[in-house]
Each structure stands twice: as structure tokens, then as C-alpha cells.
């Protein structure tokens, strides 16, 4: 099966510099990579996510990056908030099957004012 | 859009009873809905796969006699949580995905269970 790993576990960055989670994947029938935002006690927030026949996407200070050769993805939050601070897990699944999600181990980002 | 609720946010029970949790899709259908469970500081861990109108498909370890799934329409889905004991305890979170948008998943705000 699908095998997801995410770097690194936590992350600070002063505010308003940018920040950049990494994401790994094994499956190469994955084809759907999406990021979501957990806040304390709540469940997860879909951010932004991207397909395998993309390389870039981008929405406001949210970007997404994927290199389908080297099986790797990747977070770009730029210009950071205080209210960016969360924990950000990645994803991966493919259109086969029933296109569950594996979830990468999470990313505790905390922004210093 | 896209929003999906779960009721109970919290439930507190003594051990040996059961509890269900609920999951909508408020403001679409969703032919499949998934459950997730989710221990502190830890990502999440998919239970099982609900489709509308069939049996769950559960991961492997979930007990499905324990973890009871109905999908009864398409906007809601429950859980049961069967003879809970405290080791039950955790987030439960579900996630339902919008007829004709492939992979995407829409998460509820979570269930916490506390089993005493």
C-alpha cells in the first residue's frame, strides 16, 4: 500500500517569512495530493490540493509543488501569520479503488511573532 | 460549500455502553464517507470506507463488530461504537467526498469520545 512521510515534524518561523513543508510518496498510481490544516481540537481543513497532471498550483500565499518523477511534494506558505500556526498533514491517493487517503505524520508549524 | 458536520462534538460514557456518532454532508451528497481516528499528537488513521447503501469496508485491526457503520443516505453516515471501554477513547473524525469530485475529502469537526 500507499506510504506517505512528511518532513519535518515542527517548524518555526518568524512571521512573515516564508515556510515549506515536504512530502514523500511510494504508490506510483497516486495521483491526488492534497493538504490540509489542523487546528487545535477541530478536525482537518482542506487548504489546497493538486493532481498528478500538474506541477504547480497556487492560491493566494499557498502554493503546492509536485515532482510526480522523484515522488515528492511540497507546502509553500509565504508572507506567514500568526494565524497559520497549526498542524499540516499531507495526503495521497489515487482514482483507483476507493480513493482513500493516506495521511502523512503532520507538521506542527508554529509562527514568533 | 462543502461542509460536513458530526454531532456529538463531545461525549462522555461509562464503559460498556455504546455510542453513536453522526456524520453529515450538509450541503451536498456524498456516495462514499470515510472515519478516521485520531490519537493526541498523531495523524489520522482510516477505520473504514462508507458507501451509501452497502456494508463499510474496514482497514485491517478495525473490529467491525465493534465499530458499527450505517450509511443510510447520501448525507449521512454514523458510528457506533459498541461496548465502549476506555482504551476507545480518542478523536473520531469523518470525511465525506462530493459525488464527481475524485479524491477530494471533506472533513467533519470531530467527535471526542472520553470513555470512563
Not at chain 1, 515556510?19 to 478536525?43: H, M, R
Not at chain 1, 507546502?75 to 493516506?102: M, R, W
Not at chain 2, 490519537?39 to 474496514?58: C, H, R
Request: glycine fraction near 6%; aromatic fraction near 10%; charged fraction near 20%.
Amino acid at each position: 500500500g500507499e506510504n506517505v512521510e512528511q518532513h519535518p515534524s515542527t517548524l518555526s518561523v518568524q512571521e512573515g517569512d516564508s515556510a515549506v513543508i515536504k512530502c514523500t510518496y511510494s504508490d506510483s498510481a497516486s495521483n491526488y495530493f492534497p493538504w490540509y490544516k489542523q487546528e487545535l481540537g477541530k478536525g482537518p481543513q482542506l487548504i489546497i490540493d493538486i493532481r498528478s497532471n500538474v506541477g504547480e498550483k497556487k492560491d493566494q500565499r499557498i502554493a503546492v509543488t509536485l515532482n510526480k518523477t522523484a515522488k515528492h511534494f511540497s507546502l509553500h506558505i509565504t508572507e506567514t501569520q500568526p494565524e497559520d500556526s497549526a498542524v499540516y498533514f499531507c495526503a495521497a491517493s489515487s482514482n483507483f479503488g476507493n480513493e482513500k487517503l493516506t495521511f502523512g505524520t503532520g507538521t506542527r508549524l508554529t509562527i514568533i511573532p | 460549500g462543502a461542509v460536513v458536520s458530526q454531532h456529538p462534538s463531545r461525549v462522555i460514557c461509562k464503559s460498556g455502553t455504546s455510542v453513536k456518532i453522526e456524520c453529515r454532508s450538509l450541503d451536498f451528497q456524498a456516495t462514499t464517507m470515510f472515519w478516521y481516528r485520531q490519537f493526541p499528537k498523531q495523524s489520522l488513521m482510516l477505520m473504514a470506507t462508507s458507501n451509501e447503501g452497502s456494508k463499510a469496508t474496514y482497514e485491517q485491526g478495525v473490529e467491525k463488530d465493534k465499530f458499527l457503520i450505517n450509511h443510510a443516505s447520501l448525507t449521512l453516515s454514523t458510528l457506533t461504537v459498541t461496548s465502549a471501554h476506555p482504551e476507545d477513547s480518542s478523536f473520531y473524525i469523518c470525511s465525506a467526498r462530493e459525488i464527481g469530485t475524485p479524491g477530494q475529502q471533506f472533513f467533519g469537526p470531530g467527535t471526542r469520545l472520553t470513555v470512563l
